[in-house]
């Protein structure tokens, strides 16, 4: 049933832990919400994922499909991470920005290109086939996210609510079977964080997608998350249904010491 | 855009035909300048440092400009590539043999790429710099004491002299032929993704130590190639001649021409051994002037000639042809 | 034994050189992280000045050294207010190309202006030597390079530490938009760096001139580079580390060249400098950073 299985992970920076024996697990095909006050730990824990980060102890247990069985994904590195289908976007958006909205698309895509270097330095017939088919595949996604018509754009020039869908464009351009999300909907507006909102829930859809999503717009996290994992001092102190998070008092007492949470 | 799939598939195949007709019109306008003795031979020399260094710069344009990575140890592959033709010439004296130098000398200098690439391209920026430099220092300083092979300090004299006009003609296009057609693939893109965002670049599934060391290992390659031709042209190598201050002279021309642009490589090249040609008359004061004018260009322009776009010879000849793209959005 | 010992008096010398150009490295790329390439350069010139306080100006050692190592620091400052200032947000090899054309700049014109030519150094510590134990001999020169370095690392470790000069130093190496938002001009530590490094390294130029008699414009390359191996060896940016490097390269490189081939050792600073990069990137005293994600 579980894609990811986080057992028992503690990361501890210089003596500091950020991380303290953090077990959670995420269903395939499941949308889970990670929230927590700022520093709790919830980038860090999906750096642990994505291999950035080696954790002091513990295991992820990493099972895509039924029929493969579960590996321990820790010590891998963020390629072979990313090459297994574990795809992530950053919260303070690592676009390559000097390059066209086309090209962060397609070298998302180059993990799946099977034509040697040979055939690129002389141009051999597999070099245009293959090229021919990662430009398809990447209009193919930029349509979906609305940015064809900038494809020629460089990622630097485009508005902020963009860049960050086009991060999530090229993370998807990985083809992964878990998408990590880190505050998608940072420095948006209202009205763009409910579009973000809709298009988030149709590619989970769509591509049948397992999702783990840091969020604090609680209005995005309480809408479309199934459950919600909350992390306070790199601990997990609630876990749940957005309803029942909505009122446990653990979670109240973490974010605003007795205040409730606006949804 | 307006144009039709027929007229972009001939656009396409213009641009080609232009490129490829003045590629081979530059060589035979020069081959007959130097047949009819018009081209002299102080003019040659100059050429064929050209031609050298637009093998050199390029292939450091693909390690510093496109993959971000810091070298300034590549004169000691053109080292590696100068002694491996050298001592392979002198001992079978044939054309053949010169052919053979000059792919065991590229292949020669690949494979130190690669021992010296893996465990150092762990370093970033200034550190990967200084020991690459260091690295460059170390090779030198072998050949000096491997003196039965290199001849030591006094250099390696009376090599056969192969290298003409033709065959650096060759070898220069080839280079830029092969190196434009990797950037411009889907492993190229890979390497420019890791100048752009190392993090980034892992976290879309490309190995950064393999592609760090490809770049490096195909810049190794041609200047192996470079050096080869070097030696094989000037019939005299001494150690000195690759010194760390020849890795800088190639940096130059790479950050004068634009870091991450092919034609700006090609561009410095020529521009440099004109006016080092035209400096020549100063004598003493060439390098003063040399030192001013490197200094004014970081100052007013720090990114290069070129910056990181491309010039192209089809885009002057189609200008009325090619409308912007972008003009919808 | 007493060979040993000898070799080691020999390459604490050499290091104690070494160490002063390194320090004028570290501090510089402590605070603007720039190599300075033109720092070997500036040694050069120090050499140079002091050649001519002795030889024209009938100067004594410490008048010469200390006109040495004024003009030094002029120079640095003067360097770093044309060249390096206007670059100071610009790319990384920008600013090493701008480095590399002040150390051509500075070569080239002392070429034109002294010639090429290698000068002899003046004697004028005299040809005394002392044998404190049986086949070790120290030379005056020697003993005035120990007690000129100690004396020099005293002074730095009192301005760093106990001046305001030193604290604003430090902190803008730690961290230079905060100092700069605690009110310290950057500009001006900027400029007092470069000052005391560059008057370092004028003192090191006098030294060498004296102790191996000769100087040349193209003195500064090679020492210049091993001053760098030797401040990345001790942690760059560290100052008690550039001392330590200095010191060790100048050692090993002395007893290399004692024990086993003098061919190899330039190539052995080179060697201990991959090593290092390749064990512990920070250096000795270095700490290890992570990248924020």
Redo the contacts between chains.
């Keep these: 049933m579980a894609i990811i299985t986080v057992k028992d992970i503690t990361m501890i920076?210089g003596g500091l832990a950020a991380l303290t024996s953090v077990d959670f697990s995420l269903d395939r095909g499941e949308l889970v919400g990670l929230i927590g006050p700022n520093g709790a730990g919830k980038?860090t824990i999906f750096?642990v994922l994505t291999g950035?980060y080696m954790p002091t102890s513990g295991t992820i247990e990493y099972q895509p499909n039924e029929d493969s069985p579960p590996r321990n994904i820790i010590g891998l590195k963020p390629h072979a991470i990313s090459k297994i289908g574990i795809a992530r976007t950053?919260q303070n958006i690592r676009l390559f920005k000097n390059l066209t909205v086309l090209d962060n698309i397609r070298i998302a895509i180059h993990q799946n290109v099977n034509y040697g270097i040979p055939s690129a330095f002389f141009r051999l017939p597999s070099f245009y086939k293959e090229e021919e088919e990662i430009l398809k595949k990447t209009k193919e996604i930029l349509e979906i996210f609305g940015l064809d018509m900038k494809k020629d754009e460089l990622a630097r020039n485009l508005p902020y609510g963009e860049q960050r869908k086009l991060e999530i464009a090229r993370a998807l351009a990985t083809n992964p079977k878990l998408l990590l999300l880190d505050e998608p909907a940072a420095g948006m507006n209202p009205h763009e964080t409910a579009a973000l909102t809709e298009l988030i829930n149709w590619i989970w859809k769509e591509f049948d997608l397992s999702i783990l999503l840091i969020e604090h717009d609680m209005s995005l996290v309480m809408k479309i998350c199934q459950r919600i994992i909350v992390l306070n001092y790199g601990m997990v102190i609630a876990e749940g249904t957005p309803e029942e998070i909505r009122n446990d008092p653990k979670v109240i007492e973490a974010y605003l010491g007795g205040d409730t949470l606006h949804a | 855009m307006k144009l039709s799939k027929n007229a972009l598939i001939s656009t396409k195949s213009n641009k080609k035909l232009i490129n490829f007709l003045v590629i081979i019109a530059v060589y035979g306008i020069v081959q007959l300048l130097i047949f009819l003795g018009i081209l002299g031979d102080y003019y040659q020399v100059t050429l064929a440092m050209i031609c050298i260094n637009i093998i050199l710069a390029v292939s450091l344009n693909l390690v510093?400009g496109f993959t971000g990575q810091?070298s300034l140890g590549h004169a000691g592959f053109m080292a590696i590539g100068a002694y491996t033709c050298a001592i392979i010439t002198k001992r079978y004296d044939s054309p053949l043999a010169f052919i053979i130098g000059i792919f065991a000398a590229a292949i020669l200098a690949a494979i130190v790429g690669v021992l010296v690439g893996i465990?150092?391209l762990?370093?970033k920026?200034?550190?990967l710099?200084?020991?690459t430099?260091?690295?460059a220092?170390?090779i030198r300083?072998?050949i000096?004491?491997f003196d039965s092979f290199t001849g030591g300090a006094r250099g390696l004299g009376s090599i056969p002299q192969y290298t003409n006009w033709t065959w650096l003609y060759i070898f220069t296009i080839s280079t830029i032929i092969v190196i434009k057609n990797f950037i411009n693939s889907s492993h190229g893109r890979a390497c420019i993704s890791i100048r752009e965002d190392e993090?980034a670049s892992e976290s879309v599934g490309i190995n950064l130590t393999r592609y760090k060391v490809l770049a490096f290992v195909i810049g190794a390659f041609f200047a192996g190639i470079a050096g080869a031709l070097y030696s094989s042209y000037f019939y005299y190598i001494k150690p000195g001649l690759f010194d760390?201050m020849k890795s800088?002279d190639i940096?130059?021309i790479v950050?004068l021409g634009g870091?991450g642009s092919l034609t700006g490589s090609i561009l410095a090249s020529i521009l440099l051994a004109i006016i080092s040609t035209y400096l020549q008359s100063f004598a003493?004061?060439r390098?003063?002037i040399?030192?001013?004018l490197?200094?004014l260009i970081?100052?007013f322009r720090?990114q290069g000639l070129m910056g990181t776009k491309e010039f192209s010879l089809s885009k002057i000849f189609n200008k009325k042809q090619a409308p912007h793209e972008n003009s919808a959005s | 034994m007493a060979e040993f010992i000898q070799q080691l008096i020999n390459g604490l010398s050499l290091g104690s050189i070494y160490a002063l150009i390194a320090l004028g490295y570290t501090m510089v790329y402590g605070i603007i992280?720039l190599?300075n390439f033109a720092h070997g350069d500036i040694y050069m010139i120090g050499a140079y000045v002091g050649y001519i306080c002795i030889k024209y100006l009938n100067l004594g050692f410490f008048p010469a050294l200390i006109i040495s190592m004024i003009t030094c620091s002029l120079l640095g400052i003067i360097i770093e207010k044309i060249?390096y200032k206007?670059?100071r947000n610009?790319?990384?090899?920008?600013?090493?190309?701008?480095a590399?054309?002040?150390s051509?700049?500075l070569?080239?014109?002392t070429?034109?202006i002294a010639g090429a030519t290698v000068r002899t150094y003046p004697q004028i510590l005299g040809n005394i030597t002392f044998k404190p134990m049986e086949g070790v001999i120290v030379n005056i020169q020697q003993i005035f390079i120990f007690a000129v370095t100690i004396v020099l690392m005293t002074v730095l470790q009192f301005i760093v530490h106990k001046t305001k000069v030193g604290k604003a130093m430090r902190a803008v190496s730690s961290d230079k938009d905060a100092a700069q938002l605690m009110g310290i001009n950057t500009d001006k530590v900027i400029s007092y760096t470069f000052a005391i490094g560059s008057a370092l390294a004028g003192a090191a130029g006098i030294l060498v001139g004296i102790y191996y008699n000769t100087i040349n414009p193209l003195m500064g390359m090679l020492p210049g580079?091993k001053a760098?191996?030797a401040a990345?060896f001790g942690g760059i940016g560290i100052i008690p580390g550039a001392l330590i490097g200095g010191i060790t390269i100048g050692v090993i490189e002395t007893m290399v060249s004692g024990y086993g081939?003098s061919?190899?050792k330039?190539?052995v600073?080179?060697?201990i400098?991959?090593l290092v990069?390749?064990i512990k990137?920070s250096g000795l005293l270095g700490k290890n950073t992570?990248?924020k994600?």
Aim: hydrophobic share 65%.
């Design positions: 920076f980038t750096n950035v950053f | 510093t810091f465990p150092t762990r370093l920026g200034d550190y710099a200084i020991a430099l260091g690295l220092e170390i300083i072998l000096l004491n993090i760390f800088i940096l130059v950050v870091m003493e004061l390098m003063i040399y030192a001013i490197l200094l970081m100052i720090p | 992280k190599i060249a206007p670059l610009a790319t990384r090899i920008a600013a090493l190309i701008t590399i054309a002040v051509l700049f070569e080239y014109t070429m034109f580079l760098f191996v990345v081939s061919l190899y330039d190539a600073a080179f060697a400098l991959i990069l390749l990137p992570r990248e994600v």
